[in-house]
């Protein structure tokens, strides 16, 4: 039996652990097995030891080789690992809407005020909140519903037909917020998104093609705070 792997002309790896997963239709349990080698004969397992959550940290950052250093820019709030959170100042963006019901077909293609938003990008996607002022939030700042389709009552983005980049990077942010608003904005998934006395499609139709500020007023305030959103808490 093999017991080693060689990579190249530098690389030489020799088996000492094993992982042994148990499991019916509904749960799992994971063993780990100290190897013993044999001269003439094959390997064997050694006791079952507990899974430590260290020992698994030390497997994941083993396997994915580890983050290269980034110099974080102003708008990054926070970056771990394989997250990154960041906001954007009040802005005008095009927007793209394909609905099934013909629903706000008139604001298709136009270009809009956007408030200023927190986005958080982790392995599960996406998620957007607005902010209530057009400053750098901290950690105490409560944030708003983001007043888009395509988005859950958490903030997570229905990527759809969203071109969504393979990385949470600070290199891939521009990637992201382009992807975002590229693609089309087809359903509502909740439902208020906006204080406005019309509605959605009101606020968007007010707005459209407008240079003027976005009403910061019509966003439904949340007692989430941006250091909850960068635990990942729901609310």
Known sequence: MEVHISIGA????ELREALLVYGDRQR????RHQV??????PPTLEPAQPLTLGFVESLVR???GGSSAEVLPDNVLAKGDRMIVWWTQACRRRMFYENAEQKAAA??????????LVWRV???GLKIRALRENKRPDASTTLAVAPFWNLSDDGRVCTGTMRCPDSASVASIPEWE????ESAFTHANVGRLTLHPGGFEALWSQLRDKRKPFPMATLIQLQQTLAQFVRGDRR
């Open 28 to 31: 799992s349990f994971v063993t």
């Open 62 to 64: 083993s396997l994915w």
């Open 122 to 124: 982790d392995d599960r």
């Open 107 to 116: 604001l298709d293609g136009h270009t809009f005020p956007q408030p200023p």
């Open 10 to 13: 530098n690389h030489r790896f």
């Open 36 to 41: 013993t080698l044999h001269k003439n004969g």
């Open 178 to 181: 382009r992807g975002f608003y």
